[in-house]
């Protein structure tokens, strides 16, 4: 480890001196396996960077001139406004592609869809279904592809969800955080291994048929011995909740799920509700997150089926702790656009 980075720990941000080496530019955002935790830290402090200049009114619009391809297989609020928000302010122009506007897969491959928008674009947005597809678009782009969710990563809401936890409990290494129900899909997935890169305490927490793969905790068990983290998985609710800092969890069924494993999915998971009883485990100051969109009440179609077919008024958290002062859901949504901005930015500046 270089003298810079000694520096760089010792201040706990980042320096002019190492800003000019953390240089990310080129770079693809495929998942956060790919990044070092000075490159994540790195990222996080330029969210709260161009966050600050935003709500200061400063102009940031770096990227004058440049263009982005956002394509969508799936739907999306967050990510899909985070993108062209934060592309807007950098004085980019970008274009959404939507679930069924364009030849992608159906008359196009990805390779000559890659190598199309390549040409055209100065970098491109994908979400989507399998990793491999996001991997194979960055391959042949010759542009920075950023992952904007897949089955197995979300890892553009990591940066955000960091810094929203950075924010509210002054730091992140050696925090408890505790990811409650489905952990073996893109969150659970994402959140792992993002945590033992960043040297914090991660606890799935959920029927042992949802944990993670043994491959990819294998993965993060080797990094966690680098960072000081580590990789707990339990079913115990108590023994996960026990003096957590951060409870999360996320939705029992992802999009591109058939319908038809709700019925087992509640089953399953109903006992890793997020719910006051399990927060009541964890430390006075505990904070919940959800990456959203959450069942929480019943104002969506989806919530309203559940409670015909179940009679399950709340899901994978309660109102209670949605709507309580605990949650800091909408702070964390928020973030999405400015850590996406910070993204975009570090690797097409
Ligand atoms: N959290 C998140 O990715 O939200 P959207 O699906 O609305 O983009
Ligand atoms: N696991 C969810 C995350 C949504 C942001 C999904 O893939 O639908």
Redesign the pocket.
């Known amino acids: 480890m270089t003298s810079g980075f000694f520096l760089y720990r010792l201040k706990g941000k980042i320096t002019k001196k190492e800003e000019k080496n953390m240089d990310l530019k080129g770079r693809n955002f495929l998942k956060l396996l790919d990044y070092s935790p000075e490159e994540i830290t790195y990222l996080i402090d330029l969210s709260a960077e161009l966050k600050e200049k935003k709500k200061k009114g400063i102009l940031h619009d770096e990227l004058r001139g440049k263009n982005i391809a956002l394509i969508f297989e799936?739907t999306s609020t967050?990510?899909r406004c985070s993108f062209e928000v934060a592309a807007s302010d950098l004085g980019m122009g970008s274009t959404y592609l939507d679930p069924t506007g364009s030849q992608i897969g159906k008359k196009e491959s990805i390779r000559d869809t890659a190598r199309v928008l390549g040409r055209m674009y100065d970098g491109i947005e994908y979400r989507g279904f399998e990793q491999e597809i996001v991997e194979e678009l960055a391959k042949y782009a010759g542009v920075p592809v950023w992952n904007g969710?897949t089955?197995e990563f979300?890892p553009t809401?990591m940066i955000a969800d960091m810094l929203t936890i950075r924010e509210h409990c002054g730091t992140l290494k050696g925090l408890k955080f505790v990811y409650m129900g489905?952990a073996r899909?893109?969150?659970g997935n994402s959140l792992m291994v993002t945590c033992a890169k960043l040297g914090m305490h991660f606890v799935a927490c959920t029927n042992p048929k949802y944990y993670p793969s043994d491959e990819l905790v294998a993965k993060a068990n080797d990094v966690a011995k680098e960072t000081g983290a580590t990789i707990t998985l339990t079913d115990s609710v108590e023994e996960a909740c026990k003096d957590a800092d951060v409870i999360y969890t996320?939705?029992w069924v992802?999009?591109?799920e058939p319908d038809e494993v709700w019925k087992e999915r509640i089953e399953d998971l109903l006992p890793y509700q997020v719910n006051a009883k399990a927060l009541s485990y964890a430390k006075k100051d505990v904070k919940f997150m959800h990456?959203?969109?959450a069942f929480h009440d019943l104002e969506t179609k989806i919530g309203k089926e559940i409670y015909e077919k179940f009679g399950l008024k709340e899901m994978e958290v309660t109102d209670e702790v949605f709507e309580g002062e605990h949650s800091i859901v909408f702070d964390e949504a928020e973030n999405r656009m400015h850590s996406i901005k910070a993204i975009m930015y570090a690797t097409l500046k």
Do not use: A, E, I
């Open positions: 799936k967050r990510t969710l089955n979300h809401q489905d899909y893109n969150m996320d939705v992802s999009m591109g990456c959203l969109p």
